[in-house]
């Protein structure tokens, strides 16, 4: 009798430990992570390769030239080649974003790129000098957050007059910001006239 | 019976085993084998988290390879170098002296300089000059498009072409970003430019502004940035459409004043020679504008006489080597642009 009894018992364990060896993949094949990107399984290769989602531009379709002249070059490089200028008010479209700088098309159809700080969403004033610009807000799309003056610097004070003598208990910055914005590039143009400095 | 029922058992146990464990030492090899859902399904289960498990090392690498190296950032934004540009010049200005109060003379300075600033390839940046009350003879500047030129050094010049000279130096610094290329290794330069949040990156500006106030007054670029600063200089003065010798004639005025060199980038021995080699190899029979007497006129203020438009030649390596007796009888000059 005690060796019939035994019989089943044996049998009964070594199912369960089948099963439990054939079963134990099944969670991972079952279980979804929601926390990750879902992939295919590739053997051998390094990484998960989610897709991609397409970048659209952001922000306005088009800008306008907000100094005086606008230089669009055919890189992003300071030093790339000048394809052509923009003078202020010129509507320019937007065709992508690269990080300070956007890519435009003029309206003669020209492409090139521009400092975002040179441009704003909304037809400048044509009395604006070109320095009151970026501390009035022309800034790029990305820094438009604090409204009124750069990040965290002081708000502009009046335009300094053209003679007498300096306010000398304000910061000096605050006067070398005024005497740079009472001074606007049709001054330069005329200064550079009257003393024959003409670029060769 | 046990020798029956025994055998069934291990057969139960064999079976199992031979469909999950022979995947894991072949599994690669048998992917596109085919095979049965059992080996499919282990497989997978240990491959994922095989693959997880070498994702979680390669990201450990790369934060720990992120904080062994330094900045990978090489130059802060524009809002942040206008943002540190601000915060220097309001040091530099301290440090320093007041501003000249006449506001003709900081006109001119202005105009001269946003003439020249016209050339400067850093187009997006808004350029501010003043005029430092200062017997000192130098000029400085700071990120972001300041610059800065004593009524010391003024007092010496004799041309506008001179003084086009001087400031289009302090614009090539600011134009190559030199301060941000000094100022690499600084601390407080490297946390802004990988700080992360708004607070935490005005913090370290706020900071390295005083590495960059003290840079600039104390320190000095070094010889390599100041030999490629005139060059860009020079280069910047003859596209302006002013005489190109501007800067290297600038520098006979302040030498002649008996200026007291600091750094290794003053000695004009050094210095002269390679601009002067620029400027007949690149820049030979250029002209531009001189424009003494508009110069004498607009800094009449400060008193200066006029002299020869032309200064005298560059020192000689005689005069050179003699030059440490000669500057110990002058303290009280700097030669620092």
Not at chain 2, 148 to 160: A, C, D, I, M, R
Request: net charge positive; proline share 6%.
């Amino acid at each position: 009798m005690k060796k019939i009894t035994l019989r089943p018992r044996v049998g009964f364990a070594a199912l369960i430990a089948a099963a439990l060896v054939v079963a134990l993949p099944f969670p991972m094949l079952n279980a979804q992570d929601t926390s990750r990107p879902r992939y295919t399984m590739n053997w051998g290769s390094s990484s998960p390769t989610p897709t991609p989602k397409p970048t659209a531009p952001t922000g306005p379709q088009y800008v306008y030239a907000n100094a005086a002249s606008v230089v669009i070059r055919s890189g992003v490089s300071p030093t790339s080649p000048i394809v052509t200028t923009a003078v202020k008010g010129d509507k320019l479209l937007v065709m992508e974003e690269a990080g300070l700088r956007l890519k435009v098309k003029t309206a003669g159809g020209l492409v090139g790129y521009v400092v975002k700080l040179n441009t704003s969403t909304s037809a400048p004033q044509q009395n604006d000098g070109g320095f009151g610009g970026l501390l009035r807000g022309n800034r790029g799309a990305g820094e438009q957050s604090s409204g009124g003056s750069v990040r965290g610097l002081r708000p502009l004070r009046a335009p300094i007059p053209t003679t007498g003598t300096l306010n000398l208990e304000i910061p000096g910055s605050d006067n070398m910001r005024g005497l740079a914005q009472s001074i606007s590039d049709t001054d330069v143009e005329q200064f550079m006239v009257a003393g024959g400095v003409t670029p060769p | 019976m046990i020798h029956r029922t025994t055998p069934i058992s291990a057969l139960f146990l064999s079976l199992a085993l031979m469909a999950g464990l022979p995947t894991l030492g072949c599994a690669q090899d048998r992917q596109n084998s085919g095979g049965s859902i059992w080996e499919e399904s282990l497989r997978i289960g240990i491959g994922a988290a095989a693959e997880r498990a070498a994702q979680k090392e390669r990201e450990e690498e790369e934060k720990k390879s992120k904080e062994k190296s330094p900045s990978k950032i090489k130059y802060l934004s524009s809002t942040d170098e206008q943002y540190l540009g601000q915060i220097s010049a309001e040091l530099i200005v301290q440090g320093l002296g007041p501003l000249a109060a006449d506001i003709p003379l900081q006109r001119y300075v202005n105009l001269v300089g946003r003439t020249v600033a016209k050339q400067s390839e850093r187009d997006d940046l808004i350029h501010a000059f003043g005029v430092i009350e200062s017997e000192s003879l130098g000029a400085w500047s700071a990120p972001g498009g300041w610059v800065f030129v004593s009524t010391g050094l003024l007092k010496k010049l004799q041309t506008e072409s001179e003084l086009a000279g001087i400031l289009a130096g302090q614009l090539a610094h600011i134009s190559q970003r030199d301060a941000e290329t000094r100022l690499d290794k600084d601390s407080s330069m490297r946390a802004a430019k990988n700080s992360l949040t708004e607070d935490q990156r005005l913090g370290h500006l706020d900071a390295a502004a005083k590495s960059v106030a003290n840079l600039v007054l104390s320190e000095g670029y070094g010889t390599e940035l100041t030999y490629a600063a005139d060059a860009v200089a020079t280069r910047m003065l003859a596209s302006a459409g002013y005489d190109p010798n501007g800067l290297r004639n600038a520098m006979l005025r302040a030498d002649e004043a008996g200026a007291k060199r600091i750094g290794a980038e003053s000695k004009l021995e050094n210095r002269l020679p390679q601009l002067q080699a620029m400027l007949e190899a690149e820049l030979a029979g250029m002209t531009g504008a001189v424009n003494q007497d508009r110069y004498l006129a607009s800094v009449a203020i400060l008193g200066v006489k006029k002299r020869s438009a032309t200064p005298k030649s560059a020192p000689s390596a005689q005069s050179a080597r003699q030059e440490p007796a000669s500057n110990e009888q002058k303290p009280t000059h700097r030669f620092s642009f």
